[in-house]
């Protein structure tokens, strides 16, 4: 076999398809779209789950359960390794140092400290969560850990009460009067 009978391998590349190049071209005129109707016009594009006007699957089947996946708290992740080669010992850790670090991105989500790889420097960590491995292995290196205690918001009925109590003081003020 020479060089130059050498060919490319057949099938390799797809031919591109030209359409409405005329009928001769196998996809002319129509360009392989038939005739009339909503899919052959421009624009066009069926909305997800749409049967043709037929009530669609997730409409006719029932309402079943329900999730809380909205409402899961979604964590920052940092492991103690990554800490350890960014860090100096003494260092205080927390989210802004976090941030500058290059460790996290914003401080939209809490940020929670795992265990994995080795920390031999004392650290003063101050996060939202901590895994038990982590605290373990933060304070075997010396280090302090400090947990950030979001308070829980809670009414405060005793407000509410003592406008209660206030109102019917004035009602019956004014009874008494007339």
């Known amino acids: 076999m020479m060089i130059h009978e050498i060919t490319e391998l057949a099938g390799k590349y797809k031919t591109r398809k030209r359409i409405g190049r005329g009928h001769g071209s196998g996809s002319g005129k129509t360009s392989g779209r038939g005739h009339k ?64 670090a290059g460790l996290i991105r914003n401080f939209k989500n809490p940020v929670k400290i795992l265990g994995q790889g080795d920390l031999t420097i004392a650290l003063n960590i101050t996060a939202d969560s901590f895994s038990a491995s982590a605290i373990a292995k933060i304070e075997k290196a010396g280090g302090s850990v400090t947990a950030i205690v979001k308070k829980k918001w809670k009414r405060d009925w005793s407000a509410k009460s003592k406008n209660k109590a206030e109102k019917s003081e004035e009602v019956s003020t004014e009874t008494t009067k007339d």
């Open 37 to 100: 109707g909503a899919k052959s016009r421009s624009g066009y594009s069926r909305r997800p789950a749409f049967e043709g006007g037929q009530m669609q699957y997730f409409r006719r089947i029932p309402k079943r359960g329900f999730s809380n996946a909205d409402f899961k708290t979604v964590y920052h992740i940092v492991n103690l390794a990554s800490l350890a080669a960014r860090f100096e010992t003494g260092a205080t850790v927390d989210a802004t140092a976090l941030v500058e």
